[in-house]
C-alpha cells in the first residue's frame, strides 16, 4: 500500500476523474485504474462503484477514507515538520476567522506577526456560522490549524483561551433621542424596533440574553447575516442595535449610526483562539499560537 495510490484513493473519492487523477500525476489512466484495483484487493472489498461517469464511495470506502484523510494530514505534517526543522523561521499555518473580526483584528495580529516571524506564511480562512458555542467545521476536520472565534466555544478534544473582551454598544441612528448620551442602560432601548442578525448566531443569542436581563423582549423588525448590514440598517434609520465596539465598520449608508457606550454588566463579548488539543501542531503553527496568545491586544482602538 504506497502514498502515491493513497493520494490517488483520496482524490477519486473527492470527486476527481481517474482520467483527472492521471493527468495532474502524469501517468496513464490504466495504470490509476491498476493501482486502484490493487488496494481493494488488498483491503478485500470494493472500495469505488461507478455511477454513470463518476466513481462513489461504497460504504467501506467511506471509512477507510477518513482513516487515510488522517493517516496522509498526518505524513503530510511530518514532511512540513523537517522543513521547518531545517528552516525553523519558514512555515505555512492555516487561521480561520469570522467576519466581524476580518477588519480589525485579523489585519492588527498578521502585521504584528509578520515582524515577529516574517518567513512564515499566514493562510486565511473566514469561518461560516454555525451553532453557538462551537467550534467550525473547518477547524473540527483540520482544515485550519488555529480558529480566532467571537465567543466561548467548547467541546471534545477543543482547547479555548480567551484573548481580549470587546465592548458591545447599542447603534442608533444620527439625530435618535439616545445619539448624545455618554452610555445609556440597555432597558432605555426597551420600546424600540431592533435590526439583529439571523439565528445561528452567538452575537444574537447574547443580545437576546442582555434585553431580557434588562427587562424586556425586543421588537425585532430586519433580521440579517452580517453586523456591516446590521450598522447600515441603522445607519438609515431602520431600527436601533447592539454591535460590537470596535467592528465591522459601519457599510456606507444615507446617514451615520451613532455608538453608545453600555453600562450593563454583560455588554461585551468574548474573544478568544480554539486549537484541537490532539492535533500535534508544526512549529509555525505553534508560534502563531503563543504569538496570539501573549500579545492579545495589538492596534487597540475605539469606536
Same mark, same amino acid.
Given at each position: ?6 493520494? &490517488? ?68 505534517? #511530518? ?24 477588519? &480589525? ?13 516574517? #518567513? ?7 469561518? +461560516? ?24 466555544? +467548547?467541546?471534545?478534544?477543543?482547547? &479555548? ?40 448566531? #452567538? ?35 431602520? #431600527? ?34 480554539? &486549537? ?28
Amino acid at each position: 500500500m504506497d502514498t502515491e495510490t493513497l493520494r &490517488w484513493f483520496q482524490h477519486v473519492a473527492d470527486g476527481m476523474t481517474v482520467t483527472e487523477v492521471a493527468e495532474t500525476y502524469a501517468v496513464s489512466q490504466p495504470g490509476v485504474s491498476r493501482a486502484l484495483a490493487r488496494l481493494e484487493e488488498e483491503l478485500g472489498t470494493p472500495l469505488l462503484r461507478r455511477s454513470g461517469r463518476v466513481l462513489r464511495l461504497t460504504h467501506a470506502g467511506a471509512e477507510f477514507k477518513a482513516h487515510v484523510d488522517s493517516v496522509m494530514a498526518e505524513l503530510d505534517d #511530518g514532511v512540513a515538520a523537517i522543513a521547518q526543522l531545517l528552516d525553523p523561521g519558514s512555515g505555512i499555518v492555516t487561521l480561520g476567522y469570522p467576519l466581524s473580526l476580518g477588519t &480589525w483584528l485579523v489585519p492588527d495580529l498578521l502585521s504584528a506577526f509578520r515582524r515577529h516571524r516574517p #518567513g512564515v506564511r499566514v493562510r486565511l480562512q473566514r469561518t +461560516s456560522i454555525g451553532d453557538s458555542g462551537s467550534i467550525s467545521r473547518l477547524l473540527s476536520t483540520r482544515a485550519i490549524d488555529l480558529e480566532l472565534t467571537a465567543e466561548r466555544v +467548547s467541546g471534545e478534544g477543543v482547547r &479555548w483561551q480567551r484573548i481580549r473582551l470587546e465592548p458591545l454598544v447599542l447603534a442608533v441612528p444620527a439625530g435618535h433621542r439616545l445619539a448624545g448620551a455618554e452610555a445609556v442602560d440597555l432597558a432605555q432601548a426597551a420600546g424600540e424596533e431592533f435590526v439583529m442578525r439571523r439565528a445561528p448566531s #452567538g452575537m444574537r443569542s447574547h443580545v437576546l440574553r442582555l434585553c431580557e436581563s434588562a427587562g424586556f423582549e425586543p421588537d425585532i423588525v430586519y433580521e440579517v447575516d452580517d453586523l456591516p448590514t446590521v450598522r447600515a440598517l441603522v445607519a438609515a434609520g431602520l #431600527g436601533v442595535a447592539v454591535v460590537p465596539a470596535r467592528d465591522p465598520h459601519p457599510a456606507p449608508g444615507p446617514g451615520s449610526a451613532a455608538l453608545i457606550p453600555l453600562r450593563d454588566p454583560d455588554a461585551h463579548r468574548e474573544i478568544g483562539l480554539a &486549537w484541537l488539543t490532539e492535533r500535534r501542531l508544526l512549529p509555525a503553527a505553534r508560534d502563531l499560537r503563543r504569538f496570539i496568545l501573549t500579545n492579545p491586544t495589538p492596534g487597540d482602538r475605539t469606536p
